[in-house]
């Protein structure tokens, strides 16, 4: 019913600058939050940044002042800017959204993207 397609990712040196897009589909009505999480090889799935339907940002403390989280309200887009990006940004970063309301009344508690691996390295 809802399909959430990124974009984006691959492999950058460290201080270079990646950009990831998520675009959800599927008769979508509302979204109440949405946003990145990521998962490094061994790790738990952490969040990195999430925009609430309000319009706040979390971030995760170790990516602030180098990521920024931004949103196309009617393309129902998040994108993730990254830069300065550091070796330990390496991991698979998934999109997120959660709490939809679909146009046909259907009420869909969180979807997931399929992922897309972000690796930096010299």
């Known amino acids: 019913q809802v399909h959430l397609v990124q974009s984006g990712g691959g492999l950058v040196q460290p201080g270079g600058s990646l950009r990831l897009s998520c675009a959800a589909s599927?008769?979508?009505?509302?979204?109440?939050?949405m946003g990145w999480y990521r998962q490094a090889p061994g790790q738990e799935r952490d969040m990195v940044a999430v925009f609430s339907r309000t319009g706040s940002i979390n971030y995760q403390d170790s990516v602030k002042g180098r990521f920024t989280i931004s949103r196309e309200d009617a393309k129902n887009t998040v994108y993730l800017q990254m830069d300065k990006l550091k070796p330990e940004d390496t991991a698979v970063y998934y999109c997120?959204?959660?709490?939809?309301?679909?146009?046909?009344?259907?009420?869909?508690?969180?979807?997931w993207g399929k992922g897309t691996l972000v690796t930096v390295s010299s």
């Open positions: 599927g008769n979508i009505e509302m979204i109440n939050a």
């Open positions: 997120h959204a959660a709490g939809l309301w679909l146009t046909t009344g259907v009420f869909v508690e969180g979807s």
